[in-house]
Nanobody, 124 residues
Framework: QVQLVESGGRLVQAGDSLRVSCASS????????MAWYRQGSGKAREFVAGISWTGETTYYADSVKGRFTISRDDAKSTVHLQMNKLMQEDTAVYYCAGSIYQIARDRPDEYRYWGRGTQVTVSG
């Protein structure tokens, strides 16, 4: 059984940095792409960032480019999202997603596994 467990979300101030993490178990982590999605209150879920199985290719939403960095640690079966210069608009529940492919694009139907999310709140 595949499990994805997010951690690290909390209340921060605008301009702060925060790293959220996702621990994976139940499948060979290093063979698959991983991604982060987020959903703000009353908003649709949106793609934030994705990373390929080798870590060589990354994808970012335009709204976070230059501020967020996705990375993976295959030895620990963990994917991280480093978030810098946080803004109130970044307030959301952040979900980890496991792709069924080696890449990790903005295509929700390509993700079979989802975590329960971690809340990130950015106050002004």
């Amino acid at each position: 059984q595949v499990q994805l467990v997010e951690s690290g979300g909390r209340l921060v101030q605008a301009g702060d940095s925060l790293r959220v993490s996702c621990a994976s178990s139940g499948r060979p982590f290093s063979r698959y792409g991983m991604a982060w999605y987020r959903q703000g209150s009353g908003k649709a879920r949106e793609f934030v960032a994705g990373i390929s199985w080798t870590g060589e290719t990354t994808y970012y939403a335009d709204s976070v480019k230059g501020r967020f960095t996705i990375s993976r640690d295959d030895a620990k079966s963990t994917v991280h999202l480093q978030m810098n210069k946080l803004m109130q608009e970044d307030t959301a529940v952040y979900y980890c997603a496991g792709s069924i492919y080696q890449i990790a694009r903005d295509r929700p139907d390509e993700y079979r596994y989802w975590g329960r999310g971690t809340q990130v709140t950015v106050s002004g």
